[in-house]
């Protein structure tokens, strides 16, 4: 058996790559936590593999890598509005807690007099 040609197992990984980037948007829209763990590295290989290539080879990965960029910078960009949507959440939780506190505090120290 002939081993697959290096263009296909390179189809290959952009197709799994993009399949990956897909399922963690989706998982982000539901408020799931999610692990970019390794992801860096899994396209920093795939750079690599395509630097390995002939100019005219390299040529026919251009609309790929361009897409699997926009899809990489879309989740990167929807991160941002998820941090941000999360900080408020979180200063919002602090400010009722230290208002509970108050009444709190000020609810026992009536009771004191």
């Known amino acids: 058996m002939t081993p697959p040609l290096p263009s296909r197992n390179l189809e290959q ?6 399949s990956m980037l897909e399922l963690l948007r989706k998982k982000m829209t539901k408020g799931a936590v999610i692990d970019l763990a390794g992801l ?9 593999k395509l630097s390995t290539l002939p ?4 040529r026919l990965f251009k609309t ?16 941002k509005v998820e941090l941000g949507r999360l900080a408020q959440e979180i200063g919002s939780t602090s400010q009722r807690k230290k208002a509970v506190n108050a009444y709190s505090s000020a609810s026992l120290q ?4």
């Open 13 to 18: 990984e952009f197709e799994r790559l993009q």
């Open 40 to 48: 860096d590295h899994e396209i920093a290989a795939l750079c690599q």
């Open 55 to 58: 100019d005219d080879q390299q």
């Open 64 to 79: 790929q890598m361009t897409s699997l960029l926009s899809d990489v910078t879309q989740v990167s960009e929807e991160m």
């Open 110 to 113: 009536g009771k004191k007099r």
